[in-house]
């Protein structure tokens, strides 16, 4: 089973409206969301054609118009549409929107964070028109069961070794690690997961055909490769516009049943990825890093607010992401103390007794400040574990073994 | 001014009837401390020397009746209490009871922790008797303003670094600085504080006339000398038991107005005391180390459950024990990047704008995915601030400075 849809659906006008959508308008817009969900995509972009939108949402469509659909009839937008999904097709990148039985449908919880509070980041929050994907795995199910790894670009050799090493053990746990595919904690965390063997989702913010930055493209073809997926709600061909990527963070948190963020500066763009899940009730959860370094500023921060959890291991992801009480963190085992094997009693007794000069029952009571009876109870009990000894009645410690 | 009082103090039966009570129980009993807020000090003493109390306490006290009052009279043991008293003040050491002026008056919140569940260190967790200090400066005034920091003894050198750091730096403002006098995070911040030339205490859980570790000692005088203060309830000449560590921690969190704890292990016990700050409703302030240190393991778990908030910096600490409104944290101060001044509309604009290829704004708009009434509004904008420049109606980006 593939992302692949048959060649039937490439026809389907209800789905190349959508993919025509995708064309004329960036992701995320309210507007156009409001308007799909209302009357359907397809009635949608007859509206948008026919200039019966709001006058901002017109004038936005405007200029690309002129390409795809240049008299302004629905017929050329979908020829459009369609001409991209067979060019699509044969770059190896498989085409999802809303109507198809693959979408992610998690990603319509994205619909209660759309406000308009004038930051693109807060305002372009409605959930993709469609996905186009490169990889066999099938979308839906390898988010599932799945956790965003996140942090700044500009990480530490901490930083990279906690998104690698965490990465690492939630695939080994049967995780999907999803994260953005840039330098930094997300190439580190993708990583991560390939040394597992498991299944890693680059979410980009440029057509999935040419993932940037290009340094990485090996590492992209690895993912692919490896039976993970590059995803974007751009289409092929689409540049890395730097609003884009804080755009595509809403997806990075919405399809995931949680974010992690490894590490991140003061003004590190994760920060969103992370406010994104917090909004949307999903964990939102934070590597602590030393309290001297600049790039784990952004963490702790993050950690002093409303609404984050602090992880440390891949227990503690689990914990939080799992379902309840299928995937409780493993306690951390500290090594076992001898001296825990004694009661409150006996220790307090206990440091009544001195390694040389033996005492009594009744002096070590009165050094313990306990009374005589317990003393002489607990004495013996000491004696037996090999803690004591005793010589004509007096109490002194034994030699270390 | 200092904790020492007149001589005439030191007939003081009530008054010395606390001693006398310190001598014959280990601290923090509540059946003890119910008694004598009960009936008094002085009452208190007289019934348990009769063995008019509950059978445990009368058998706890028995072993040390012998060197304190053999013949069980109140005479004896105030004439044992008053005798300890001038060996102490010529030991250059004060006393303090609850009938002193100079008497800490928020250790009192101690009782509120009282409750019998087996533990020594749940169970005696009443209020000091007594307190023995060496060092000029008066102690309620010295604890107005205090932070404890505390931690494991077997630190690493960042955790030692952190200690150290924020203890100058909450010196540096006037805060004392409260802690236990025992190796790794306590003596760094002990030394922290006194780099500043602040105040600092160390509460022992031994006699104030030698203090434990030996090898401390050094810093131990330089404390009495820098103005700060050694502090126990048990009276000159204690051994430092072990249980007494654990009992003693109570004093470090109801002292202070909150408690900082810098690096500890699974099983440091550093975490009591955190948890006696969080019962006694203190703020229980935690310093986050590297996800990959053992020596964080405890600092990490704590951050995990409820009533622990992290701090990284001096104003973290700040804004969390000073009165609400006079010490807010700065805020960590981002290096200006110069795309800051953009609206999100002029960032999304400027997307659409290449390096070298001149676009039109229409050009511009199609790319950037906004309306081309924006971008050409937008544009001249970009390029009074220099981000854009423009020949013939095109535009590209302005190289950079």
């Known amino acids: 089973m593939s992302n692949v849809k048959g060649a039937g659906t490439n026809t389907d006008p209800d789905r190349l409206a959508f993919v025509a959508l995708a064309h004329l308008v960036e992701p995320g817009r309210r507007d156009l969301g409001v308007l799909v969900r209302q009357v359907g995509a397809t009635a949608a972009l007859e509206r948008l054609l026919a200039g019966e939108v709001d006058d901002n949402l017109r004038q936005i469509v405007e200029p690309r118009l002129v390409h795809i659909a240049p008299r302004g009839t629905v017929a050329e937008a979908l020829l459009h549409a369609a001409r991209a999904t067979v060019r699509a097709d044969r770059l190896g990148v498989d085409l999802l929107t809303p109507l198809?039985?693959?979408?992610?449908?998690?990603?319509?919880?994205?619909?209660?964070?759309?406000?308009?509070?004038?930051?693109?980041?807060?305002?372009?929050?409605?959930?993709?028109?469609?996905?186009?994907?490169?990889?066999?795995?099938?979308?839906?199910?390898?988010?599932?069961?799945?956790?965003?790894?996140?942090?700044?670009?500009?990480?530490?050799?901490?930083?990279?070794?906690?998104?690698?090493?965490?990465?690492?053990?939630?695939?080994?746990?049967?995780?999907?690690?999803?994260?953005?595919?840039?330098?930094?904690?997300?190439?580190?965390?993708?990583?991560?997961?390939?040394?597992?063997?498991?299944?890693?989702?680059?979410?980009?913010?440029?057509?999935?055909?040419?993932?940037?930055?290009?340094?990485?493209?090996?590492?992209?073809?690895?993912?692919?490769?490896?039976?993970?997926?590059?995803?974007?709600?751009?289409?092929?061909?689409?540049?890395?516009?730097?609003?884009?990527?804080?755009?595509?963070?809403?997806?990075?948190?919405?399809?995931?049943r949680g974010t992690v963020m490894v590490e991140a500066g003061k003004r590190s763009g994760a920060r969103f990825t992370l406010h994104r899940a917090i909004r949307l009730g999903r964990p939102a959860l934070v590597v602590p890093g030393p309290a001297t370094s600049e790039s784990s500023v952004g963490c702790h921060e993050e950690l002093r607010a409303e609404g984050t959890r602090l992880v440390a291991t891949v227990a503690d992801i689990v914990e939080e992401v799992g379902r309840i009480g299928l995937d409780l963190a493993d306690e951390v085992r500290a090594p076992e103390r001898t001296l825990d094997v004694l009661t409150g009693l006996q220790a307090q007794v206990l440091d009544g007794v001195r390694p040389r000069a033996a005492r009594t029952a009744e002096e070590v009571a009165a050094a313990a400040g306990v009374a005589i009876r317990d003393a002489r109870a607990t004495l013996p009990a000491l004696v037996d574990l090999g803690f004591v000894v005793c010589h004509d009645g007096r109490y002194r410690l034994a030699p270390a073994p």
């Open 100 to 256: 198809d039985d693959g979408w992610p449908h998690q990603l319509r919880d994205l619909v209660r964070l759309s406000r308009d509070n004038g930051r693109i980041v807060d305002r372009d929050t409605d959930p993709p028109l469609c996905l186009w994907v490169r990889g066999a795995e099938p979308l839906a199910d390898a988010c599932d069961r799945s956790v965003s790894v996140i942090g700044a670009r500009a990480a530490t050799a901490y930083g990279e070794h906690m998104a690698s090493e965490l990465a690492y053990g939630l695939a080994q746990r049967g995780w999907t690690v999803v994260s953005g595919g840039a330098f930094g904690i997300d190439a580190a965390a993708h990583r991560g997961a390939l040394a597992a063997g498991g299944v890693t989702i680059a979410i980009l913010a440029c057509g999935v055909d040419r993932p940037y930055p290009l340094s990485l493209s090996g590492m992209f073809e690895r993912i692919v490769d490896g039976g993970g997926l590059l995803l974007s709600e751009w289409p092929p061909g689409s540049d890395p516009h730097r609003v884009r990527f804080l755009v595509r963070n809403r997806v990075i948190a919405a399809l995931t």
